[in-house]
């Protein structure tokens, strides 16, 4: 599941997560620490078990739950069109 950000997105923390800023579309879209660290994982090239075993380290959710939402996310990313996959 490698994904990249286009040229001009960024991803920025936050105290309360990240953001995605959009220069293109003028618009920023926020992830909390979940997505966060989901969104990093993913951008450093972490494949899908990885990234399911971190999010169950960090917190109480099972590898199913982490997994969905894993997919959810990049489906979201990509529907918003910030990502290259």
Avoid at 59 to 85: F, M, P
């Amino acid at each position: 599941m490698p994904v990249r950000l286009r040229d001009d997105v960024t991803l920025v923390a936050t105290d309360y997560g990240a953001v995605l800023l959009d220069e293109r579309a003028g618009r920023y879209y926020q992830l909390n620490p979940t997505g966060q660290l989901a969104a990093e994982h993913l951008l450093a090239g972490h494949g899908t078990d990885e990234i399911v075993a971190a999010i169950t380290a960090a917190y109480d959710v099972t590898d199913e739950h982490a997994g969905a939402d894993l997919l959810a996310l990049v489906d979201q990313l990509r529907a918003a069109g910030l990502v290259i996959a």
